[in-house]
């Protein structure tokens, strides 16, 4: 049978074919569209930035990362945690030095900052703060330390050193939380007030730290505590008679501080001593993070804090770096404006997220005392809240190495042999100091 060519049949069939038709050039010109920009050109494919920090991701990166990519969804960020430990640097190192694909590091010790300043690991950022309009003075509540010229790092937090206290054990003897300059000695003394029991129902004044006896020195010297402006060793200094002095009381005499034999027996963090009702105080501000999150095993305690004390009341008394997480591009980055644009967000406000985790902004495009303010008032049962408040609001005398003189990693080693061989009754506190002077004149003269 033949079709009728102008019957109505033939005439839908010929306008369903050309709307068909039309419908597939309208696809692809939808799609072509949507593969070009603008400009007609090809979007380039997405960038991955990768990042490496020590902060568990967890604990605040994760939450940075959903942040990024509300604004940057182009950029995309793949987050590695190192262990910020020896073991833990020397990898992240190890990673730069062989060129795995590391655009971004966050450090959290000055001396592993300088030392890749040094190495060449990290890239100048003046150029990218020029280019950008950015006065680090006027934006960050912190001293941002310059070799040669150059900035190699911003720092995104603060960082007040102290001395956290069970407020708890405090208030059972009637004691007042410390004043802002009290001194070592004023800290001895508590700790021996504060040491209670026998046996396994013995709590400690202070939970033991390796660190202490380094701390009470930059409390008095700041930055270079083993040798002087020249570059002799330090220990000559009458000063260091009163550290060791008052570490041979609290471990031999008032034996008001966690023994170091039994940490090793226990394997109990000096945090964990603390959190477990073993230890009345220990030192480390960013321990709050522990007490906010105390895990199982720890006992519910409320914590007020002191600032770090000083060797005497009329002397500087040095409280910590004054800042930390300090975030850097890797100098073999190929991707370092992504690099950068994501540097210049997270330190500003990338950071805010990392505050809910007891990280502060030094940025001061925030209000950083509110932030502070709402942190520990979230917590109010584990928290001494207005002394954290005050401790925060206070103002303070920071130290920071300098990228030439940072104390040797040999020398701290050094430090920690001598004195764990006075603790241990195997060598008197003047044959310690004798040694201890002598090993630094001899790794001073072969660096």
């Known amino acids: 049978m033949r079709m ?138 912190a001293e941002i330390h310059e070799h040669n010229g150059s900035v190699y790092y911003i720092p995104a937090s603060r960082s007040v050193e102290g001395i956290l206290i069970n407020k708890d054990m405090l208030d059972a003897l009637g004691e007042s939380v410390p004043s802002a300059d009290w001194t070592w000695k004023d800290f001895v003394d508590l700790a021996e007030r504060l040491t209670t029991g026998e046996g396994e129902n013995k709590v400690y004044g202070v939970a033991s730290n390796g660190e202490l006896t380094k701390m009470m020195a930059h409390s008095y010297f700041g930055a270079n505590c083993c040798y002087n402006d020249k570059g002799e060793s330090n220990f000559g200094h009458p000063i260091w008679t009163e550290i060791l002095r008052l570490q041979s009381r609290m471990h031999n005499e008032d034996r ?92 500003r406000e990338g950071f805010g997220a990392m505050s809910d985790h007891g990280r502060f902004p030094l940025w001061n495009g925030v209000n950083a005392d509110k932030i502070i303010e709402n942190y520990f008032s979230k917590a109010s049962d584990r928290f001494d809240t207005a002394t954290f408040q005050q401790f925060y609001s206070r103002k303070y005398q920071f130290y920071f190495p300098d990228v030439q003189q940072s104390v040797r990693k040999d020398m701290k080693d050094i430090l920690s042999e001598e004195v764990k061989k006075m603790l241990f009754a195997e060598q008197s506190l003047e044959d310690t100091l004798s040694v201890l002077k002598k090993r630094a004149s001899e790794a001073a003269s072969n660096p």
């Open 4 to 141: 009728n060519k102008s019957g109505p049949n033939y005439r839908n069939g010929v306008w369903i074919t050309a709307l068909l038709i039309l419908l597939v050039i309208l696809a692809s010109c939808k799609q072509e569209s949507t593969e070009q920009g603008n400009t007609g050109m090809e979007l380039v494919e997405p960038v991955t930035i990768r990042v490496w920090g020590g902060t568990p991701a967890q604990s605040g990166p994760n939450e940075v990362i959903a942040n990024w990519r509300k604004v940057n969804p182009h950029v995309n960020i793949e987050y590695v945690q190192f262990e910020n430990n020896e073991s833990g640097n020397e990898k992240l190192e190890t990673a730069i030095y062989s060129g795995r694909e590391i655009d971004v590091v966050i450090g959290y010790d000055p001396q592993l900052l300088n030392k890749r300043i040094l190495s060449g690991m990290l890239e100048p950022l003046n150029s990218y703060l020029s280019k950008d309009g950015i006065n680090l003075t006027k934006e960050f509540q």
């Open 256 to 347: 008001s501080i966690y023994p170091i034999e039994e940490q090793l027996h226990t394997r109990m963090s000096p945090d964990q001593q603390f959190l477990s009702g073993k230890a009345a105080m220990v030192w480390g501000v960013y321990l709050i993070r522990s007490v906010q999150n105390p895990g199982l095993n720890a006992k519910p305690i409320t914590a007020t804090v002191a600032p770090t004390p000083r060797m005497s009341q009329d002397s500087p008394g040095y409280n910590g770096f004054g800042s930390m997480d300090y975030v850097s591009i890797n100098a073999k980055s190929k991707h370092k404006q992504e690099a950068w644009e994501f540097l210049k967000w997270y330190v």
